[in-house]
DNA sequence: CTGAAAGCGCTTACAG
DNA sequence: CTGAAAGCGCTTACAG
């Protein structure tokens, strides 16, 4: 394939040293007398030299590898995530595999085996579903453990038990906004949330019911609609909700997508927040707030989450005894209008 | 490191099979024979053998890795170019190597040198900067030819020869909308671009330019404005603009993070377009498009380059004898009001 | 159809 | 401070 890769024979050979002493000079300069360095790396400099990470891997039994593996790569919540990622990482000291999943399982286990096929140093995991079943999960763990590497896991808590993660504080989100729109009289709260199989969705509806009980207010069936956290399910499941008879005052949407879509709903029936309906999305959104659309969100800081995450893993990499950690961010509720 | 992964050594013995035999059947199943073929699966999987990448990918000569290089991981465009090409690399069938270099051409060259320690078979790389001194440029083809591998440069001609690429007609996006502009009587048209040191601006301007000379329009240096591509710049810049005294009437903006400057400065003044000024900008705003603002827009569609710039590089990567091809990918002009 | 052996390009004890 | 040698975990002619 390759024409003429020089190796690290080739340089010895010129250098008229070992292989041993050209190793050396590459990873560990100072113990080689300094003519012998100079001499080597004048001539690593000339004939342009670089090394085969797959053979330094492999020599070293250590990849340089980190993998990062997401749902959706094009969601600016995951874009961001993975910027501050890349950026954490400073001067590519490692090199990022990044694995897009489209939320399915069949892709996720695939990229796992990938991943682990390049014996990756860390991994930065968000799965791609929740592996509710025994079987998926025994079968997710034995993956995960086989690739005897730090994991964190991020976003969405699963459950499988020690492994770091890093995860937004959604209950609380919920909660708080559920319960500053309760404050402000609304009693028929709508939530457009995902079908249940996902934990977040799960997680979501309960700081939703728990500020409405509460509140001494029962949850109505017809106002908890779940939809895939897309923008073109949620903007059908709102057309549904804005066109019930006794509809709800207020609309919680439960991501980015969710509350473009309800936005969408909304304005194709010439309706506007606060004006006609009250919303409070998941997630800022920041192209409307450019636009000084004041919209009420709960916001996740997803690039604090990135370098979080790396934090995590890097902690774990250093050493791996240290107790199971998970972070738990904060989010923080902005209100304009409701 | 490791405590005990299992090698192609385990298996062989645990089979009653030479390393080789255990190899056939992981590569080519079909020349070894049935039993024996069934025997070393089983013991595979029981075992849950993963080969290494390291060590196959060093014995082969031959990388699977994909390098990815962009210079804004987190803006919408590049984050649709990387979705595309994940998805064009079906099943993980190449491992993709993901790099940001935030326009910065120590980064870029980093991630170059990394990528080439991973003999990536195929490049897909958006230059963080132009390299225009002659100096650069040297250094840059010797960099990408000493990579021996396909290259296919995305979305910013640098003129550097000898490989394949893929672009927007940029020239005659800028063309038309500024023609368009013209035809409804505007004569004081302006734009917001970015500074001339990098090639997407000076094929941006010139259409913009050309547009306007074949109207009998002389350009004007105030209406010509260049900022960085960014929100922050182009915000700033756009206030100065909109005080002008003898202000445009219309304002072509030059990428999705200009045009989201612009109108952060317009809806301060409390100005609207098109009520107050005309605005296209390139690059559809997937937010704004949902709410409804109809915003006049030159559309590149970021997913068709991922996709194309992937097959482009698997062309090259079946022949290296084929000429060179740059496609060139049209853009469409939106207009809802001028 | 299968195995022994060489080789991919490095690193790293070990010995001097 | 340096080199010879073994080894990392695979693949692939070659021979049978």
Chains 1, 2 share one sequence.
Do not use: W
Not at 205 to 231: F, H, K, T, W
Request: glycine share 4%; hydrophobic share 40%; net charge neutral.
């Amino acid at each position: 394939m390759r024409v003429a890769d020089v190796t690290i024979q080739d340089i010895a050979r010129e250098a008229g040293v070992s292989k041993a002493t050209v190793s050396r000079v590459l990873n560990n300069p100072y113990i080689v007398e300094i003519e012998t360095r100079t001499r080597v790396e004048k001539i690593i400099k000339k004939r342009n030299y670089t090394p085969s990470a797959s053979a330094r891997n492999l020599s070293k039994r250590m990849s340089d590898t980190i993998g990062f593996v997401v749902p959706e790569i094009d969601n600016p919540f995951f874009c961001d995530i993975l910027r501050a990622v890349s950026s954490a990482i400073d001067d590519f000291h490692f090199t990022l595999i990044c694995c897009n999943t489209d939320d399915d399982m069949e892709k996720d286990l695939k990229a796992l085996v990938m991943l682990k096929e390049h014996r990756v140093r860390g991994l930065l995991y968000t799965p791609a579903v929740d592996y509710r079943t025994e079987e998926e999960r025994v079968h997710l763990v034995k993956i995960l453990k086989e690739m005897e590497t730090p994991v964190v896991i991020m976003d969405r808590h699963i459950n499988i038990g020690d492994f770091d993660g890093i995860y937004f504080n959604d209950y609380q989100g919920m909660y708080n906004a559920t319960k500053a729109l309760i404050q402000q009289g609304h009693t028929k709260i709508a939530i457009i949330n995902a079908t249940l199989d996902r934990v977040l969705a799960r997680t979501r509806r309960d700081g939703y019911i728990d500020a409405l009980r509460d509140s001494g207010i029962e949850p109505e069936e017809r106002y908890n609609v779940e939809g895939d956290y897309r923008m073109l399910k949620a903007y059908e499941l709102s057309k549904k909700l804005l066109a019930l008879k006794d509809r709800p005052t207020a609309v919680i949407t439960c991501n980015n997508n969710t509350t473009l879509g309800f936005f969408k709903a909304l304005r194709e029936r010439n309706e506007q927040v606060p004006r006609d309906i009250v919303n409070i999305g998941l997630d800022m959104i920041k192209e409307l707030d450019v636009m000084g659309y004041r919209m009420n969100f709960i916001e996740r800081d997803p690039k604090l989450m990135g370098q979080k995450a790396y934090e995590l893993l890097s902690r774990r990499m250093k050493d791996n005894k240290k107790p199971i950690k998970e972070v738990i961010l904060d989010t923080k509720l902005h209100l304009y209008d409701i």
